[in-house]
Each structure stands twice: as C-alpha cells, then as structure tokens.
C-alpha cells in the first residue's frame, strides 16, 4: 500500500514536502506519480518520476513552483511545493506503476492521500 504523509495547513506563499512510501514492499521499481483532486473538480496529474529517477514530467500548472524527488534508499518519493496558492488546496495522492505513463497517463495503485489546505 502506498502511504503519503505531509499534508497540512499552510500560509499563502508557502512550501510544504509530500512523502510517499510503502507498508510493504518498495518503489525502487515503480514510477511514481502524485496527483490531486480538490472538491468538485477533476484529478489533476502533477508530476511523475521515472524508477530510477532520470526521467520526470510536470503538468504546466506546477512546474516552476513544485518538484519531485526520490530517495530510493529511503524507499520514499517526495513533492516539494513553493508559493503555494489558495487553489492549490486539495487532497494529494502518489500512485506507483511498472512502466512509464508519465504525469497524464494510468497508474494501478494510489494512497490515500494527504490534505493540504492553504489559507490564511
């Protein structure tokens, strides 16, 4: 099972760092992908990297404001987010899957996802 962790209440302007791990087994092997879906609306693809890292991909939304790292040592990928807005309140999801579908293609396996709330 995939698990986030993070989430939060945060200012107008600020950051915050989404984790993502397993309770079992590893994502060394998996390309790893965050969503979000805030109420009422579609969810939203917004970064995706490849198993060993070299390759990764953004939605135009969040590109120069997040990013996406992983630490495989650590069997953890995470989401940094900057100037974080208002509109960026959602709930946030990774999702894990075998081969390469990039930040708009179809995982197989998502968390339960992690609330961020930004407000002042």
């Known amino acids: 099972h995939l698990v986030e962790s993070g989430g939060g209440l945060v200012q107008p302007g600020g950051s915050l760092t989404l984790s993502c791990t397993t309770t079992g087994g590893n994502l060394v092997h998996s390309t790893i992908a965050w969503f979000r879906q805030a109420p009422g609306k579609e969810r939203e693809g917004l970064a995706a990297?490849?198993?060993?890292?070299?390759?990764?991909d953004y939605a135009p939304t969040v590109k120069d404001r997040f990013t996406i790292l992983r630490n495989n040592a650590k069997n953890t990928v995470y989401l940094k987010m900057f100037l974080l807005k208002p509109e960026d309140t959602a709930v946030y999801y990774c999702a894990a899957s075998p081969t390469w579908p990039g930040v708009n293609g179809d995982y197989a396996l998502y968390g339960q996802g992690t609330q961020v709330t930004v407000s002042s």
């Open positions: 990297i490849s198993s060993g890292g070299t390759l990764s």
